[in-house]
Nanobody
């Protein structure tokens, strides 16, 4: 069992930055492929970014490439997402998630563990 707790959300202006953190407990995150998803009001949850177990491989949805950076610190049992050049369309609840394998990493249903989410609001 893995418990995930996100933090770092808040209000930012367009063009600003936020850094999300995901702290894990229960089991070491080094055993898991980690992802970030987001869900805006009235929309489905969508894939944002993912990172492999040791961190050399990262994956992003096209809309955040070049602006967001996912990273992990297995020694701290944590995953991060640096979000720069924020846009109003980035406004959503952001969720951290963990899965055992890397297959279908863009599909939320393949992730076993989820955090409670953290709100990110970007004003224009």
């Amino acid at each position: 069992q893995v418990q995930l707790v996100e933090s770092g959300g808040g209000l930012a202006q367009a063009g600003g930055s936020l850094r999300l953190s995901c702290a894990a407990s229960g089991r070491t995150v080094s055993n898991y492929f980690m992802g970030w998803f987001r869900q805006a009001p009235g929309k489905e949850r969508e894939f944002v970014a993912a990172i492999s177990w040791s961190g050399p491989r990262t994956y992003y949805t096209d809309s955040v490439k070049g602006r967001f950076t996912i990273s992990r610190d297995n020694a701290k049992n944590s995953v991060y997402m640096q979000m720069n050049s924020l846009k109003p369309e980035d406004t959503a609840v952001y969720y951290c998630a963990a899965k055992g394998g890397s297959d279908s990493y863009r599909v939320s249903a393949t992730y076993r563990y989820w955090g409670q989410g953290t709100q990110v609001t970007v004003s224009s």
